[in-house]
């Protein structure tokens, strides 16, 4: 029988030579990852067992990247609940601050992610991975709870949609716009319970960042993973990241899937979420004349180097509106110094923005960034719900590095066409 | 096991940050979280709702984060079935993992209003709206999501599995 991607991912996992949509298994995992939000219910419910070590401590990680550094007292005892934690089961990639990044920047920054891996994270973004062609998706707290006592978890086998990409972008139009276009094309519940695989002589022209991106996203397209076949680029980031050698899957040539879309790159245009959900998108042409009051460039979604180099061309030498707070915060502490070696954050603070170290803080109206009752953010992150970055009257507008730092100049949603270069 | 009370009816896409905004996510203490449910979607929710009662919503319900705390929330401010045309799957799972009951029944969600008495019967799908007297079959969990759910969730159900 032929499978998809991540049908073949998972049958290894699981020790058989095929799955079916719909068949449940138990997986062996290759990582199992928590943050300062969802950890302390694990670690509850991990004491549970009454066991004192985790199944491996080299496969899971532990990532305080939420309300950190600790934004109130209740946040830093969830912090050291994971800190004694760590300490106590000797967990060897636990980040403190300093080290630690978003989580899915991180993960495959360190290493730990592999091509053909089989990963779950107490993170809904975890799909991430899907960038480097492991199968990766986010569960919940008793979930990581059980993985980290018994190395496995159960799974519903996936049907897929397919997403077949041919052309090249055009200039200012990124990941981003990719899977913004997606989501706004099939919703918020589009991929319901199944993957998204990328195909397509598209893919090549795709940076590894476009696809950390997409892949990122493919959640609030109600996904279970995103997944991209691994190439010369994936394979490239892996020789430079991770130790392990890549265990490359493909689809079938007959693989199933529910649906084929046919995306040509090269038609899109750089798009915006409207609120409240992901899947209200209109391109940059349709937007109409929206005032804001912040601008938040990074996250997991968008705060690696590539994201921040973007918004730095379009920044460099000018001033942010004065009305308009800018937020940048790269993803990790490595994108931070290579933001600095290659005076992007001197672009960044000469134009007015400020620099925060990393942090998921803004992105979920954590701290660092809260919008006030009435008031508009255009932000590279990933969801726009109600409240989602403050008040409940406050509106999140999702668009990429390069909208966004456009929009910081004038105080509008802006192309960032119509931006001159210095 | 059964469920019956009174139906919150609510619309698509529910999210997780309304159900529990992020702002109260630094304590995973279940009553703080439970005194929040609903907060940025339902003002009152938390006021009228009984030991007992439902929510009952269209497409999508659990959307966005992984947070286990919207479940959990759910079921300690004494819910006891969820019912939705369709559910996100993070939150269909972790549902299922801390022993919060949902069942998919798109039929049952058109023919519940808010306020009607609506009763569940977990081994065979049944839903009825007492109210109205109207009755809906949905698939029933299979055998071994049962025993998680009577076991009060997975951990339970997996230390259960070890003891024997």
């Not at chain 1, 062996?28 to 670690?43: E, Q, R």
């Not at chain 1, 998204?196 to 493919?218: H, Q, W, Y």
């Not at chain 2, 659990?62 to 286990?68: A, F, N, P, T």
């Amino acid at each position: 029988m032929s499978m998809t991607m991540s049908q073949k991912i998972l049958a290894a996992h699981a020790q058989v030579d095929e799955v079916r949509p719909g068949q449940l298994i138990m997986a062996d995992l290759d990582l199992v990852l928590g943050n300062d939000i969802t950890s302390p219910v694990a670690i509850k419910e991990f004491a549970k067992f009454g066991i004192d070590s985790v199944f491996d401590k080299s496969k899971v990680a532990l990532v305080p990247d939420h309300f950190t550094p600790n934004k109130d007292i209740k946040a830093a005892h969830q912090c050291k609940m994971l800190r004694e934690f760590a300490t106590d089961m000797e967990i060897e990639n636990y980040f403190e601050i300093g080290q630690m990044g978003i989580e899915h920047a991180l993960l495959p920054e360190q290493g730990l992610v592999d091509a053909g891996d089989l990963i779950i994270g107490a993170d809904s973004h975890t799909c991430t991975y899907g960038a480097l062609g492991a199968f990766s998706t986010g569960v919940g707290s008793t979930d990581m709870a059980a993985a980290m006592a018994t190395g496995k978890a159960w799974f519903k086998v996936p049907s897929a949609l397919r997403f077949n990409l041919t052309g090249k972008f055009s200039p200012w139009v990124s990941g981003k716009d990719l899977i913004l276009h997606i989501i706004g094309m099939i919703g918020v519940d589009g991929a319901l319970y199944k993957s998204m695989e990328f195909t397509g002589v598209g893919v090549a022209s795709l940076t590894i960042d476009d696809r950390f991106t997409v892949c990122n996203m493919a959640i609030e397209a109600g996904a279970k993973n995103g997944i991209f076949p691994v190439d010369e680029v994936a394979l490239a980031y892996l020789a430079d990241h991770c130790k392990r050698k890549p265990v490359v899957f493909q689809a079938d040539a007959d693989a199933e899937y529910d649906h084929t879309y046919e995306i040509d790159l090269s038609k899109l245009r750089p798009t915006v979420s409207f609120p409240h959900l992901p899947d209200n998108t209109r391109t940059i042409d349709e937007v109409g004349e929206v005032k804001i009051d912040q601008v938040v460039i990074g996250s997991c979604t968008n705060g690696r180097i590539s994201d921040l180099r973007v918004a730095a061309k379009i920044l460099d030498g000018k001033k942010v509106d004065p009305r308009v707070r800018t937020i940048v915060f790269p993803a990790t502490q490595e994108i931070y110094l290579q933001a600095m070696d290659e005076g992007l954050l001197r672009i960044f603070v000469k134009a007015g923005a400020v620099v925060s170290t990393p942090t998921c803080g803004p992105c979920l109206g954590g701290h660092m960034g809260i919008l006030a009752e009435g008031e508009r953010a255009v932000a590279t992150t990933n969801r726009n719900f109600v409240g989602r970055m403050g008040h409940v009257e406050s509106e999140v507008y999702l668009a990429s590095p390069a909208v966004a730092a456009a929009s910081a100049l004038t105080g509008y949603i802006s192309n960032p066409e119509t931006i001159e270069e210095n | 096991m059964n469920a019956k009370g009174k139906a919150f009816r609510y619309g698509d896409n529910v999210d997780t940050d309304v159900i529990i905004p992020a702002r109260y996510l630094n304590t995973s203490d279940a009553k703080e979280l439970a005194s929040h449910c609903m907060e940025d979607i339902d003002g009152t929710f938390v006021k009228n709702v009984q030991q007992g009662d439902l929510i009952v919503a269209e497409r999508n319900f659990g959307c966005g984060s992984s947070r286990e705390h919207a479940p959990l929330a759910i079921k300690t401010a004494g819910v006891s079935c969820v019912i939705a045309a369709s559910f996100a799957r993070i939150f269909y799972r972790n549902s299922i993992n801390i022993g919060l009951p949902i069942l998919e029944c798109p039929e049952a969600v058109q023919g519940i209003d808010s306020g009607d008495i609506v009763s569940v019967e977990f081994s065979t799908g049944t839903i009825t709206n007492e109210t109205t007297g109207k009755s809906w079959a949905a698939e029933p969990f299979p055998p071994f999501i049962q025993e998680m759910i009577a076991a009060d969730g997975l951990i339970n159900y997996l230390r259960k599995g070890v003891k024997a």
